[in-house]
């Protein structure tokens, strides 16, 4: 999966010698800064749901997984990252080869578990909506818990390739083809989410008080909620494809002969980006998140 070290550092020695430094300067800028909040907002949203009670529900338990990756990228895959841009641009060639080989171990299990989170949460909301009452019964926090241990165990598997030197190119194509399932199951999960509550809103019938009510073959369901569900879902979806689709382009760059290694570093960076939002996004449309937190950070201040 990477290049012997001795051909590494033959490489960059020669690529170091003719870079741009200021682009190099600007991704190590970006990394740093987005490093602070990735970890502190994600490391708020742990803690909020694990000192919770009543968030300890499968679909928060799949969103804990997620904050884990999140924190993990902000706490040390982008610290990492940095310190390999800035071997790179001293031309610490065998320096920089070594931690490039912890960096995206690194980087290749965070995202991974990212995506695959992304995923399941997807296919959570999906069957949510769809099954309704008997949602409770079918998806259990046991369950859950199982499915994001082995998220978690199928993404360190990924790194049994490194030890056998794999050709990029194949590595390459099975990411993307792996990327593009995801982003397919996500975008149907939704896609069946928004038709279904669409389903469920026409469904609710006026009653001559002015009050709404669900016909009667329709368990009764909070309409506002659903609505507020529906636009929130909808800023999710946009968010994951702006971020997650910069790596087919990472792929795309990564299988051409002399890849351009600035513009895999800043598709990266895009990447990483995600692990920013995803903690602003629940805190700022998800009440119960938002409440915890706020809960939280009014004890840290009181003390």
């Known amino acids: 999966?990477?290049?012997?070290?001795?051909?590494?550092?033959?490489?960059?020695?020669?690529?170091?010698?003719?870079?741009?430094?200021?682009?190099?300067?600007?991704?190590?800028?970006?990394?740093?800064?987005?490093?602070?909040?990735?970890?502190?907002?994600n490391t708020l949203v742990i803690v909020a749901i694990l000192t919770t009670p009543y968030l300890q529900t499968p679909s928060y338990l799949l969103l804990t997984s997620l904050a884990f990756s999140d924190v993990?990228?902000?706490?040390?895959?982008?610290?990492?990252?940095?310190?390999?841009?800035?071997?790179?641009?001293?031309?610490?060639?065998?320096?920089y080869c070594n931690v490039r080989t912890v960096s995206g171990a690194i980087l290749?299990?965070?995202?991974?578990?990212?995506?695959?989170?992304?995923?399941a949460i997807s296919v959570d909301r999906y069957l949510a909506i769809r099954l309704k009452i008997r949602y409770k019964v079918v998806v259990t926090s046991s369950?859950?818990?199982i499915l994001v241990v082995f998220l978690w165990i199928?993404?360190?598997?990924?790194?049994?390739?490194?030890?056998?030197?794999?050709d990029i190119s194949v590595l390459?194509?099975?990411?993307?083809?792996?990327?593009?399932?995801?982003?397919?199951?996500?975008?149907c999960s939704y896609s069946m989410s928004f038709r279904s509550l669409t389903i469920h809103c026409a469904q609710i019938q006026p009653t001559p008080t002015g009050?709404?009510?669900?016909?009667?073959?329709?368990?009764?369901?909070?309409?506002?909620k659903y609505k507020k569900l529906f636009k929130t879902m909808l800023f999710i979806l946009a968010v994951i494809f702006i971020c997650y689709l910069p790596m087919i382009g990472v792929f795309a760059i990564l299988s051409r002969p002399n890849p351009n290694r600035?513009?895999?570093?800043?598709?990266?960076?895009?990447?990483?980006?995600?692990?920013?939002?995803?903690?602003?996004?629940?805190?700022?449309?998800?009440?119960d998140i938002r409440q915890a937190c706020m809960r939280i950070v009014r004890r840290i201040i009181c003390c």
């Open 1 to 41: 999966m990477n290049l012997p070290t001795s051909t590494c550092i033959s490489i960059i020695n020669l690529e170091s010698k003719n870079i741009v430094r200021s682009h190099y300067l600007a991704l190590c800028a970006c990394n740093s800064i987005l490093a602070i909040p990735t970890a502190v907002a």
């Open 72 to 95: 993990a990228v902000g706490f040390i895959g982008q610290p990492v990252f940095v310190a390999a841009i800035g071997l790179f641009m001293d031309g610490e060639a065998e320096k």
């Open 108 to 119: 290749i299990v965070l995202t991974m578990t990212s995506v695959l989170t992304v995923t």
């Open 143 to 145: 369950r859950t818990r």
């Open 154 to 166: 199928f993404s360190f598997a990924s790194l049994l390739a490194f030890p056998f030197n794999i």
């Open 172 to 187: 390459v194509l099975l990411g993307g083809i792996g990327l593009l399932l995801c982003l397919i199951v996500i975008l």
């Open 211 to 224: 009050e709404l009510r669900a016909n009667s073959t329709t368990p009764v369901i909070d309409v506002l």
């Open 262 to 287: 600035a513009a895999v570093w800043g598709f990266q960076t895009i990447v990483c980006l995600n692990s920013t939002l995803n903690p602003f996004i629940y805190m700022t449309r998800v009440r």
